[in-house]
Each structure stands twice: as C-alpha cells, then as structure tokens.
C-alpha cells in the first residue's frame, strides 16, 4: 500500500510517503522550512536497512541501521486511543467531500472517514494534515535505492 501525507504550516510543509509491500518497506519524507529543503529516505528490504538525506549542503547515506519503521497504519491511524480520552466529543461531518466522525479533544481534531476507519485528516491549531491512502498500487520500482556513488557513506555497525 501507499499512504500519502501532507502536513502544512504557516513556516512548513512536510511531504511524507509510506511504501510497503511484502517484506519491502521505505518512507520517504520531504520538508521545506524557511526555504531550506530536505529529503530522507529510509529503506527496508527483508533484514537490510539503509537511511539516505538530502539536503542543499550535500548527501549523506548510513547503510545497515537498526531498528525499524513501524507500519505507517498502524502507527499514524491509530485513532482510537483519542476516543479513551474524557474529553473527546465525537460527531459526524464532511470532511475532503467523504463522510466522516471528527474526534475533537481541546484543540485538536482528528478526521475519521465513516466507510474505511482510516484517519484522513488532522488538524492542530495552525498545523492540517491531509492523508490519503492508495492500495495494490505499489510497483516494485519505488524500492530501488540511490547510487551510493553519490552519497558519502557512512556503515553502522
């Protein structure tokens, strides 16, 4: 599957892309902060694990980082602990033209759509996320990594 996204504010915007598919895993996050880009890219392919960063002044790859990303779902839609919280209303609206429950605690708003149970939005006092999912959609292509010749590498040991 393929989760796309797009977090903006007032001196931001981040792009992030989720791929997985079998054993294959990478995310992909770009952002641009006061004019300054930056991209990262983190690979899994079955036990392999390599991170690259781009940025204006250079390119740097670690190759054979542990740990791990944790699945893009289940980590980001996990919106069912804001309905455990005391203070979190819940009522049904439109939101991105799709049928949805907003969770609203304090000043945050959480947007749930009705058909699928995926979070789909997020907004938080000057910050709004939009996310959309894509599924059987991911070609093996997006999982083949940079040219290391153009990185400076760095090996974890």
């Known amino acids: 599957y393929h989760v796309r996204e797009v977090t903006t504010s007032s ?3 981040i792009l992030t892309n989720y791929y997985e598919k079998e054993e294959k895993q990478l995310y992909v996050m770009e952002q641009e ?8 890219l983190f690979y899994i392919n079955g036990e392999r694990q390599n991170a690259f960063l781009e940025k204006e002044s250079g390119k740097t790859a670690t190759l ?5 990303i944790d699945d893009y779902i289940e980590n980001k839609s996990n919106w069912k602990k804001y309905v455990n919280y ?3 209303r819940i009522k049904e609206v439109k939101y991105d033209g ?4 907003a969770l609203i605690n304090q000043n ?16 938080e006092e000057n910050i709004v996320v939009v996310i959309d999912y ?5 070609k093996d292509e997006v999982f083949i990594e940079p040219n ?5 590498v760095m090996e974890m040991k």
Request: with cysteine; charged share 20%; glycine share 8%.
């Open 64 to 68: 054979n980082i542990s740990g791990s």
């Open 11 to 13: 001196n931001q915007i």
């Open 33 to 40: 902060l006061y004019g300054e880009r930056t991209k990262s």
């Open 108 to 123: 945050e708003q959480l947007f749930v759509e009705k058909a699928t149970g995926l979070l789909i939005g997020k907004c």
């Open 86 to 88: 005391l203070t979190t």
């Open 98 to 101: 799709k049928e949805c429950y």
């Open 148 to 152: 290391l010749e153009e990185y400076s």
């Open 134 to 138: 894509n599924f059987n959609t991911v």
